[in-house]
């Protein structure tokens, strides 16, 4: 769940375009100087805007024109924030621009509707317009707008969930404006931003604070109401960290300078709306259930005056979790049913097949582009090589030009295959991708709410029971843990299922969450090390998920039945791939008579991956457990 302010990217984004749209209304010869300057008025003073646009339509008198109209009014538009409009004219503009081949307006054009798209959560058609951008950026040469084109991008798989993908388009953006920092630090901040917010959602908030501390490493070139949101977002981290003394100081600093812009008259409900949810969550974990309320209710209005998707799904998540540990149950349910309805317009599986497709067409045009440049190299060898021969004879030529000929043919058909092969196994990735998404969707919507309900009504039923306690309070107690232990496994599942590759520092990420719950409940040290040899490794979604269920259902059997203090656990890389070593000082047991369910589930997935698994234990001296699993790309 993430409950950060990145409407800046947009709203920085449609001041370069107000800002270059003057810029390009002064270059244009090719219609009157009163249109001109009636469009530019027209962009630029929101509120006499219908004036100036009416007379300009009255001047309008060729097709060149009506685009420039339409490039206008779509601007306003992506100002103003009605997106339906933006997206109208802006659509209209760009087929007239792209038959002129003008690769400054496509690219303003397929960057704001991206825009536009994205804040009306149809992050498929905003994935669509970014990746059509890409070429045209690069064949205009303009290194900043390459970078805005990739942190779109970024940001637009952050929204999806896709936090590993938004990262590695936020990186590659990053080394591109970089070049550009002294002239555009703006453009560098946000992108930092959205990488930090990319590894905050992903679970990995050290590497969320150390990108946020460097947009604050920025400040000497930018004022301070311009980067606001990282004061937001480095509370939202420090709130999943549990620092919250931390993170309310840093929250209540970014409504103070959100609200300082609001009073300048920017609109900025979108930023308040984030701001008002994290405080709310604050001051509910610190028992300050009045002032959180008010708080909450106050990011829930901002969040639908701001018309996001997004903003309205981490509102009703909010409201549902306070509500739900406050024992408010009526209102808890309500809310997850309002969360439900966003969650599943935001994500569908058409949206997904749709941006994996996107994805797909623009690395098959990278690998073209390539072959096109390597058969152009070949010939202009070719054309070298010959103008050569020629000096040495007729006959050399001839016989070379045959032998150079046959070579070419060899090393076209070659590269064909290759591009053959590679298209092939584009359509079979998506494909697989696509069951997958519909499988792991079907099992969050359907199994997963309805386990979330029962849990909810066994707490109202223990509720009603308080008051005459008897056998009945223990076996819901019962239920109520098989239940939440079921959710988890299904969680689990999901995020397997949603993953096509792994790596060990995914499974990292997720098994943390486990130990940390799972130490502070039972009062003992749980610690899990990752060796830094296994950065990097790409696991199968089965082979990764396997493993993860591996440790987890070892460290679960110490924990249960060790009786231990003190529990370690290793993963690093044996000649075979990964080995797992688990210990504990608990009070051990005789390897030769011990069974049960545990050790029984926990061989059958060993031998699943063609592993081995020993067991070293004595009564009183504690447990040490060593599994050797082969990896299928070590």
């Known amino acids: 769940m993430n409950y950060l302010a990145i409407s800046c990217a947009l709203r920085q984004s449609l001041f370069r375009w107000v800002g270059m749209l003057s810029l390009l209304f002064l270059s244009f010869s090719s219609y009157s100087q009163d249109l001109k300057s009636i469009l530019r008025k027209a962009v630029t003073s929101p509120d006499s805007a219908d004036h100036y646009f009416g007379e300009g339509k009255k001047l309008i008198s060729k097709p060149e024109d009506w685009a420039e109209f339409n490039f206008a009014k779509s601007g306003y538009h992506s100002k103003t924030g009605q997106l339906d409009s933006c997206i109208h004219y802006g659509q209209q503009a760009f087929d007239f621009f792209k038959e002129k081949g003008d690769l400054l307006k496509q690219v303003y054009l397929l960057h704001y509707m991206g825009l536009a798209y994205r804040m009306a959560g149809q992050y498929e058609e905003a994935i669509n317009r970014l990746f059509q951008a890409i070429p045209i950026a690069q064949e205009l040469g303009d290194l900043a707008w390459q970078g805005w084109v990739l942190q779109g991008i970024s940001l637009n798989y952050h929204?999806?969930?896709s936090y590993q993908k938004g990262v590695s388009y936020g990186k590659k953006a990053l080394e591109v404006l970089n070049q550009n920092l002294e002239k555009d630090p703006m453009s560098v901040a946000i992108t930092l931003n959205t990488i930090a917010i990319n590894y905050d959602d992903w679970g990995k908030y050290d590497s969320a604070l150390h990108f946020h501390m460097q947009v604050m490493d920025l400040k000497g070139k930018l004022d301070s109401l311009q980067i606001g949101f990282t004061y937001n977002n480095i509370g939202n981290t420090l709130?999943?960290?549990?620092?919250?003394?931390?993170?309310k100081n840093?929250?209540?600093r970014a409504i103070v300078l959100t609200q300082l812009r609001q009073d300048l008259g920017s609109n900025e409900s979108y930023d308040l709306a984030t701001n008002y949810t994290n405080l709310g969550q604050i001051l509910g974990k610190q028992g300050n259930q009045q002032e959180a309320t008010v708080a909450l209710n106050k990011g829930l209005a901002f969040a639908k005056e701001s018309q996001s998707l997004e903003k309205l799904k981490d509102s009703y998540q909010a409201l549902y979790e306070f509500n739900k540990s406050t024992g408010q149950l009526d209102s808890a349910l309500a809310y997850m049913e309002l969360?439900?309805?966003?969650e599943d317009s935001i994500f569908n599986l058409q949206s997904a097949k749709a941006i994996s497709e996107a994805e797909a067409k623009y690395e098959l045009s990278e690998k073209e582009r390539t072959l096109a440049e390597e058969r152009l190299r070949v010939q202009q060898s070719r054309s070298a090589l010959v103008t050569l021969a020629a000096i040495l004879g007729l006959g050399s030529v001839l016989g070379f030009h045959f032998f150079r000929q046959q070579k070419l043919k060899s090393i076209q058909k070659d590269q064909e295959i290759e591009l053959q092969k590679a298209l092939s196994k584009v359509e079979t990735q998506a494909q697989l991708h696509e069951q997958r998404l519909k499988i792991s969707r079907d099992?969050?919507?359907?199994?997963?709410?309805?386990?979330?309900?029962?849990?909810?009504?066994?707490?109202?039923?223990k509720t009603n029971l308080a008051q005459n306690p008897g056998p009945e309070a223990d076996q819901i107690e019962s239920l109520k843990s098989f239940t939440k232990s079921t959710i988890q496994e299904l969680r689990d599942t999901v995020w397997a299922m949603n993953q096509s590759q792994m790596t060990f520092e995914n499974i990292q990420s997720r098994i943390m969450g486990f130990t940390e719950q799972v130490a502070w409940s039972e009062d003992l040290s749980l610690e899990v090390d990752f060796a830094t040899d296994l950065d990097g490794i790409q696991l199968g979604s089965f082979e990764g998920i396997s493993i993860y269920r591996i440790l987890q259902e070892s460290l679960n059997n110490a924990v249960k039945h060790a009786r231990a203090s003190v529990i370690t656990s290793m993963l690093k890389r044996n000649p075979e791939g990964v080995q797992i070593t688990i210990e504990d000082n608990g009070i051990g047991f005789?390897?030769?008579?011990?069974?049960?369910?545990?050790?029984?589930?926990?061989?059958?997935?060993?031998?699943?991956?063609?592993?081995?698994?020993?067991?070293?234990?004595?009564?009183?001296?504690?447990?040490r457990l060593e599994i050797s699993i082969p990896l299928q790309s070590p």
């Not at 969360?339 to 966003?342: M, P």
């Not at 069974?595 to 447990?623: A, C, D, M, P, W």
């Open 239 to 247: 709130i999943k960290l549990n620092r919250l003394p931390e993170a």
């Open 443 to 461: 099992l969050h919507d359907n199994i997963g709410s309805q386990l979330t309900f029962v849990t909810l009504g066994m707490d109202r039923l």
């Open 159 to 161: 929204d999806f969930g």
């Open 590 to 623: 005789d390897t030769i008579t011990a069974s049960g369910n545990g050790l029984t589930h926990l061989k059958s997935r060993v031998k699943e991956l063609n592993g081995s698994i020993s067991f070293y234990s004595e009564l009183g001296k504690g447990t």
């Open 250 to 252: 840093w929250i209540q």
């Open 339 to 342: 969360l439900s309805g966003v």
